[in-house]
């Protein structure tokens, strides 16, 4: 048997070579990420947020006359200010509304009123619901020690909730931090983003994949966050002046529905409900009710026009992105999935159009 030719010992260690060098950058791609992994929530969200507030840098900067780094800190710190203003004004609230309640509980004079009797005339759940409300009235001690077990528990799942809460809070702050810096050095990260995505699907496709991932994010934020905190201060401003207790808390609510994509509607007409019920029928309670109900559907006129705005892929397909990312990914999952559905149909039309080298092609649909 003859040996093997030269070319061929050198094109076997040629490949071997290969397969040594990919195997050693798999092993060094594979523990920067488990190194990175930690963080990569925050760094996503500090991305997201100086994608979404950087046209507002470049705004500021040029009316006011500073620096870049002055005009992200500006924004950053009334950003911050901003959030912890009214979440110091919440748990102040909060937390004067337990001790009350304690101290109430203490006392004995607990008195719950008596039920309105229209509510027995409710359809489905009007019968139940007054009988519930009428034994609350007339032994609440009784009532209390039936459901206590059941309040335990919804208690200490509600606490832990509350401490994810808190801790998810505090994320947001440190990545608008992040944020702030990365909105400081702006254009250094515009060009490496354009740099990366040049090195990954070429130079003359690259810039335009930068520009719609920017385009998709700021998208998703106006169409979806900008939209929900909207609707929130229009329904909240509606509790305020109706004199909802809890106006915040319920208007924050409203705000964390909206996000995830749930109709507001399932906060608003149980409050709707208990106004009529307390209040009875009336031109406020009316007035009350048509206002609320028209501000929860802001969104159905708001959300075509905002969503797809600067994105050149059909509106439809950033929504879907945007439930399905939200679904598989939490609130981050709104931009993820959006900006890969965005960017997998822009390649995905790219690759149809380039197959077809001699014969014109067809517009590519764009809603």
């Known amino acids: ?78 950003a911050i200010i901003l959030l912890l203003v009214p979440a110091y004004l919440m748990g102040a609230s909060i937390t004067s ?37 009428q034994h609350a009235s007339d032994d609440l001690t009784s009532l209390l020690r039936k459901v206590m077990p059941y309040v335990r528990s919804g208690g200490l799942r509600l606490l832990s909730r509350m401490a994810g809460v808190g801790l998810g809070f505090l994320m947001f702050i440190a990545a608008l931090i992040i944020a702030g810096i990365f ?76 996000i995830v994509q749930l109709p507001s509607l399932v906060i608003i007409v149980p409050i709707i409900g208990v106004v009529f019920a307390l209040e009875g029928t009336n031109a406020a309670t009316i007035a009350f009710a048509i206002y609320s109900l028209v501000a929860c559907q802001t969104d159905n006129v708001l959300k075509p026009l905002l969503l797809g705005r600067g994105v050149n892929v059909p509106m439809p397909i950033v929504l879907i992105g945007a439930l399905g990312g939200m679904v598989t990914g939490g609130i981050i999952g709104l931009f993820t999935g959006s900006v890969v559905l965005a960017v997998g149909y822009e390649l995905f039309w790219q690759w149809v159009e380039d197959s077809q080298p001699n014969s014109e092609p067809d517009e590519k649909p764009n809603g």
């Open 1 to 78: 048997m003859l040996p093997p030719a030269p070319s061929d010992k050198t094109a076997t260690r040629s490949q071997l070579d290969v397969l040594i060098r990919a195997g050693l950058i798999s092993v060094l791609a594979f523990f920067c990420f488990q190194v990175f992994q930690p963080f990569l929530n925050l760094m996503l969200w500090s991305i997201i947020l100086a994608i979404t507030l950087y046209p507002l840098q470049g705004m500021l900067k040029n009316r006011l006359g500073i620096r870049d780094g002055l005009a992200a800190s500006l924004i950053i710190l009334v």
């Open 97 to 133: 509304s337990v001790e009350g309640a304690v101290t109430l509980f203490r006392s004995g004079d607990v008195r719950i009123p008596p039920p309105n009797d229209s509510i027995a005339t409710w359809p489905l759940i009007g019968q139940n619901l007054y009988d519930f409300w």
């Open 183 to 258: 909105m400081a050095y702006g254009e250094n990260g515009s060009r490496s983003s354009v740099m990366i995505a040049s090195r990954i699907s070429g130079p003359d496709k690259g810039p335009q994949i930068a520009a719609l991932c920017t385009a998709t994010v700021r998208a998703v934020a106006q169409g979806v966050v900008g939209i929900a905190f909207i609707q929130m201060l229009l329904v909240g401003a509606g509790f305020v002046v109706k004199g909802v207790p809890g106006a915040g808390f319920l208007a924050l609510v409203v705000l964390l529905v909206s």
